[in-house]
């Protein structure tokens, strides 16, 4: 199934070449679990420290059960502030 | 040293500038800055008085830790009554002028009455001295600085003054310092205009001593130190990112205000964001990010240094402005961008390098304009009042050319120089005026991020996210992540950032070190530095102490629980789409909570028993 990842800030380098920004279209397994495309990505849980899926932020401890389907937008930033 | 213990008194209407011993009694209750300059200013001046008239009084004043070891301590703050809001106006600034100003010798400066021409002043160590300033009046704030220090021949000497913005009147000017940084917010600049006082040039050689406790201070000022450099937000995120990392986080939880914040959610958003700042652009292969860089002492460096596109529309016939210059920050890249709907990422650079130039809050002006352009979307304002200006949402072009009026106040910029109360009010539309006690928000959506409504409602120099950064725990998970579109434990939330703030603003620091530091880490320093207690508990009472005198003062102004709310768009306009479709502000569910928490009557006024724990 095709989903939406989006790596901001210094989490770009971990995404794949191809496509524009900090957001690439890809493929993946139907079931796949949002924790284990973090760690596909060879992103650490210090660094995936805002993750949301379609908007809504998913904590640490609920995205080894958090299932992702079909046009899911996944965005991922390490600790940022400002204001 | 910590305190200077002196402080220089500046009477405009005379002529005179004589020294005065620091109230240590006051010191030792409201330490410095922030919370040391409102006490004078609630004891000197009357909380009814016209803030453009003699009678209101304009204060520069540092912190005890201002030009100290201690990390980002090169803070100062322009207290006064503000020409905006009516209410007591303090806005904090950084580069380098704060550190110069306690160099010389000084706690703060207050300036009382009103000059019958331009002046200046100029602090040379301890010989204060007012000059003529009619050369300089009609000056930028970047030409006034160029001028002074080809006068005095020192690089070192350090430079705030008002660009033509603050002469024209426009109610919310700033001062500049250091070219790049601002006491930005509530028209502090306009109330050093009508006091006819062109700019400070301060130059000090006297260096920092006297600390209570050496040893202790060296010990908690690394320690502090080594906390920011290991903490990924202050020692990664900022300097890389700036501030501007925001953009597509705000935007992408569903928090982002557009068009006058009729809207939640900004396609453009990505376009004038940290990660587009960064990128190569096409007509020269650079990027508009040049550098980063730091103010005095800071470890830090979140500030951005940009470029503007020398083919662009807005400079191409305007090489003064090719250079790199202070760039975007992410509260003026949103009022000026997404509030616009102008996702124009140099012309967003360029008019903040006029803000800069000349002087006035991008957040202020940003969110006026985007009145301005709901109205003429309207049919309310048309082309006759603009000057022929399509003020359409989105349009760079219009953008750039109503900048360019508000920066002297002709034609249609004296009304945008009203700020967007005044302005919706005299088009006969107060309902868009997207503002709390007449002072306009930034870049946060109260009803995508519940928390910081309360803040803006509450705060007490009207809307204003540095007041209480909830959204640090609310989107950003610092120092622990809250649910954004909860309302409990949000009057909790609101009043410990609240108070915290008011005391880091009072020490000489930036709270962008809050971030990473607690108080534990903040309180050390301060002990250390400064004679008496200054355990964490009372630390935080006495920011508690500061938030309340700021109330007072705004209560003997006229101000009253009426004023503690937002705009009826965002109690009753649900979000239309996105993350946070749905969502109002519950004002309602927080505010009563809150004023008990805080030891307030349900009128939201300090109760007797408030004011005696807390000796006021």
């Known amino acids: 199934m095709k989903i939406v990842i989006e790596f901001y800030a210094s989490l770009m380098k971990y995404l794949p070449p191809g496509g524009r920004r900090f957001r690439r279209d890809i493929k993946v397994d139907e079931g796949l679990k949002l924790k284990q495309l973090i760690e596909q990505y060879n992103i650490s849980d210090e660094e995936a420290h805002i993750v949301l899926v379609n908007g809504h932020f998913v904590a640490l401890e609920s995205r080894e059960d958090h299932v992702l389907v079909e046009d899911d937008v996944v965005s991922i930033w390490p600790p940022v502030a400002g204001g | 040293m910590s305190w200077t213990r002196k402080l220089l008194r500046v009477d405009l209407s005379k002529g005179t500038c004589t020294s005065e011993a620091l109230n240590m009694d006051w010191a030792k209750d409201y330490l410095g800055q922030r919370g040391l300059a409102s006490k004078y200013l609630s004891e000197e001046v009357d909380p009814k008085c016209d803030p453009l008239g003699a009678e209101n009084k304009l204060i520069m004043a540092t912190g005890p830790l201002t030009g100290t070891m201690a990390s980002t301590a090169g803070r100062y703050s322009v207290i006064t009554k503000g020409p905006l809001t009516g209410a007591i106006a303090c806005s904090n600034s950084g580069g380098y002028f704060g550190a110069e100003l306690k160099f010389a010798g000084w706690d703060m400066v207050i300036f009382e009455g009103k000059s019958d021409k331009p002046v200046y002043l100029v602090i040379q160590n301890d010989k204060a001295e007012l000059c003529d300033g ?3 009046w009609g000056k930028s704030a970047w030409e006034t600085d160029d001028i002074l220090h080809a006068t005095y021949q020192d690089p070192q000497m350090r430079i705030a003054c008002i660009g033509r913005t603050a002469e024209a009147g426009c109610l919310y000017a700033a001062v500049i310092n250091d070219k790049h940084r601002a006491a930005g917010r509530s028209g502090v600049g306009t109330v050093m205009a009508s006091k006819n006082l062109k700019a400070v040039a301060v130059r000090g050689t006297q260096g920092i001593g006297n600390i209570d406790n050496v040893d202790a201070f060296f010990e908690s000022t690394d320690a502090g130190k ?7 937000v202050t020692g990664q995120g900022l300097p ?5 990392v925001l953009m597509n986080v705000i935007n992408g939880v569903g928090g982002l205000p557009a068009h006058n914040m009729r809207d939640v959610g900004f396609a453009g958003a990505e376009n004038i964001s940290a990660e587009a ?7 020269d292969g650079k990027p508009n990010l040049t550098t980063n860089g730091a103010c005095f002492g800071c470890t830090i460096a979140c500030g951005r240094i940009s470029t503007v596109d020398k083919t662009h529309f807005s400079v191409k016939d305007k090489p003064q402005y090719h250079g790199a210059s202070g760039g975007l920050e992410y509260e003026a890249a949103w009022a000026l961008g997404a509030d616009t709907g102008v996702d124009d990422l140099d012309a967003l650079t360029y008019v903040n390098f006029l803000c800069n130039e000349d002087g006035f809050d991008p957040i202020s002006y940003g969110s006026t304009l985007a009145a301005a352009m709901e109205m003429f979307e309207d049919g309310v304002i048309t082309t006759k009042d603009t000057g022929g200006i399509e003020l359409k949402f989105g349009s760079a072009e219009a953008f750039v050319a109503a900048t360019e009026l508000l920066v002297t106040g002709e034609g249609f910029g004296k009304d945008l120089g009203l700020g967007s109360k005044r302005l919706c009010e005299k088009y006969g539309r107060p309902e868009l005026s997207m503002s709390v006690k007449g002072q306009e928000f930034p870049a946060y959506d109260p009803r995508g991020i519940q928390g910081i409504g309360l803040n803006y409602a509450t705060s007490n120099r009207g809307a204003c996210h540095l007041r209480g950064y909830t959204v640090a725990s609310e ?11 909860d309302t409990d434990g949000k009057p909790e939330l609101v009043k410990a950032f609240q108070d915290a ?3 880091v603003d009072s020490a000489g620091l930036c709270i962008f070190t809050t971030f990473a530091w607690g108080m534990d880490n903040i309180a050390p320093q301060i002990d250390a ?29 006229g101000f009253t629980a009426d004023d503690d709310k937002l705009p009826k768009r965002l109690l009753e306009e649900a979000i239309k789409s996105g993350p946070t479709e749905g969502q109002v502000n519950r004002l309602g569910e927080m505010l009563p909570k809150y004023y008990e928490i805080r030891g307030w009557s349900p009128e939201g006024e300090p109760t007797a028993e408030t004011r005696q724990r807390l000796s006021l």
């Open chain 2, 475 to 485: 989107v950003l998970g610092i120092p622990v992540k809250t649910e954004q579109t």
């Open chain 2, 501 to 503: 703030t008011a005391l």
């Open chain 2, 529 to 557: 530095a400064c004679e008496g207690d200054w355990s964490v508990d009372n630390c935080l009472e006495a920011g508690e102490r500061i938030w309340n005198m700021e109330r007072l003062f705004n209560q003997a102004a």
């Open chain 2, 277 to 283: 700042m960064a990128e190569p652009r096409t007509s």
């Open chain 2, 226 to 232: 080594a906390v920011l450099a290991e903490n990924a």
């Open chain 2, 134 to 136: 009619s050369h300089i």
């Open chain 2, 240 to 244: 890389a990112f700036g501030t501007q």
